[in-house]
T-cell receptor, first 114, second 115 residues
Framework: DQQVKQNSPSLSVQEGRISILNCDYTNSMFDYFLWYKKYPAEGPTFLISISSIKDKNEDGRFTVFLNKSAKHLSLHIVPSQPGDSAVYFCAASARSGTASKLTFGTGTRLQVTL | GAGVSQSPSNKVTEKGKDVELRCDPISGHTALYWYRQSLGQGLEFLIYFQGNSAPDKSGLPSDRFSAERTGGSVSTLTIQRTQQEDSAVYLC?????????????FGPGTRLTVL
């Protein structure tokens, strides 16, 4: 049972345009959400997160939106840059205040073209 | 080093052999996690350690898998009698709980291939 779903395995965006990566979840106990970025042969690196008490969190070119009623979140990257080309994983946790295992989606491969 | 380190980076073994994978977390991080990523799959939680508490082993796929953390630092993931379906990248992460969920810091992973 996939509790965190990233239905788009890949996405191609032109440099300078907006990249929108989507993620859906089924477990209503999740209260903290994170996006990770992964380059080949490297471990994932933390990008941005959002607590369920918010509906938006912004950090530079990256913004995460959370729609709790729809159990949906998205990551917006604007403007997209070639260096953003990587696999992006959405992750969720059910215990935001403490150490907790993360449940990951299967990832979306973003390619930013020139 | 400043980051999470894992060894070996690659491991090729024969079916039925035991393997040990090592993780050195970031100094001072009390939480340590093991995940694995099989081909075409997302990261799958295996086990996590938090300080001196009993580890959460709920993600271990079978009793062939075990992990320990000595002295609250280095962790070893052991897979006994390896099977071909164990082939995956095994990722370790560490974090500092109680300082907000700034995310877990991942190592580069160990790519395990079982022939």
């Amino acid at each position: 049972d996939q509790q965190v779903k990233q239905n788009s395995p890949s996405l191609s965006v032109q440099e300078g345009r907006i990249s929108i990566l989507n993620c859906d979840y089924t477990n209503s106990m999740f209260d903290y959400f994170l996006w990770y970025k992964k380059y080949p042969a490297e471990g994932p690196t933390f990008l941005i997160s959002i607590s369920s008490i918010k509906d938006k969190n912004e950090d530079g070119r990256f913004t995460v939106f959370l729609n709790k009623s729809a159990k949906h979140l998205s990551l917006h990257i604007v403007p997209s840059q070639p260096g953003d080309s990587a696999v992006y994983f959405c992750a969720a946790s059910a215990r935001s205040g403490t150490a907790s295992k993360l449940t990951f989606g299967t990832g979306t491969r973003l390619q930013v073209t020139l | 080093g400043a980051g999470v380190s894992q060894s070996p980076s690659n491991k090729v073994t024969e079916k039925g052999k035991d393997v040990e994978l090592r993780c050195d977390p970031i100094s001072g991080h009390t939480a340590l996690y093991w995940y694995r990523q099989s081909l075409g799959q997302g990261l799958e939680f295996l086990i996590y350690f938090q300080g001196n508490s009993a580890p959460d082993k709920s993600g271990l796929p079978s009793d062939r898998f075990s992990a320990e953390r000595t002295g609250g630092s280095v962790s070893t993931l052991t897979i006994q009698r390896t099977q071909q379906e164990d082939s995956a990248v095994y990722l370790c992460a560490s974090s500092v709980p109680g300082q907000g969920m700034g995310g877990q810091f991942f190592g580069p992973g160990t790519r395990l291939t079982v022939l």
